[in-house]
């Protein structure tokens, strides 16, 4: 049944990419979203501890982490999202999503780098100035991309700050 709604909201999703291309870069970066493949990625404390290091407050930084079900598979230190979470009709439901949702980030960090349907439609749904990501993933949901691995975190936040100081927002 999962495989049949993934199925759906990616082609949904695709006719929306097509239609969309907004560019609305923030004068400075303070607040940034942090989208996390909980499954591939199980260092999102490095991750965030790298942003703190590049300058960014940690209580401007907010997580949502992407777990396969609600079984233990991951620490829960940070809200996290789950394949119940995602509606047909491309809408979310859950605490977590639902507020990570409400907030307007300057940034998001979409960090995964398979196309799984629940993180792309959740890049899409956010409200952010500004989106990076994996060049692996479907690049029209991100305003930049970096060529890299997901287990290189530090090379992922080096180059996201040389992006920010070449565009002057930090």
Known sequence: MNHIKNFWVKK???????????????????IIGVLVDGIGFTKT??????L?????LPENIAILQFKKDSVNQIKDE????????LQWNGGFSGVAPKEFLS???DVLISYYDLE?????QLTHST????????ASVDTRLHHFTIQTSLEN?????KEFFKILKLLNKI
């Not at 703190?52 to 960014?56: A, H, N, R």
């Not at 799984?116 to 792309?120: R, T």
Request: charged share 20%.
């Open 45 to 50: 404390k490095l991750l965030v501890n790298e």
């Open 52 to 56: 703190v290091l590049g300058g960014i």
């Open 12 to 30: 949904t999703l695709n006719k929306k990419l097509q239609s969309s291309s907004l560019l609305v870069v923030p004068s400075s970066v303070k």
């Open 153 to 157: 975190h530090v090379v992922f936040v």
């Open 103 to 105: 907030k307007k980030y």
């Open 78 to 85: 940070f809200p996290s999202l789950e394949h119940a979470h």
């Open 116 to 120: 799984e349907a629940i993180l792309m």
């Open 127 to 134: 409200k952010a100035g500004f989106k990076v990501g994996f």
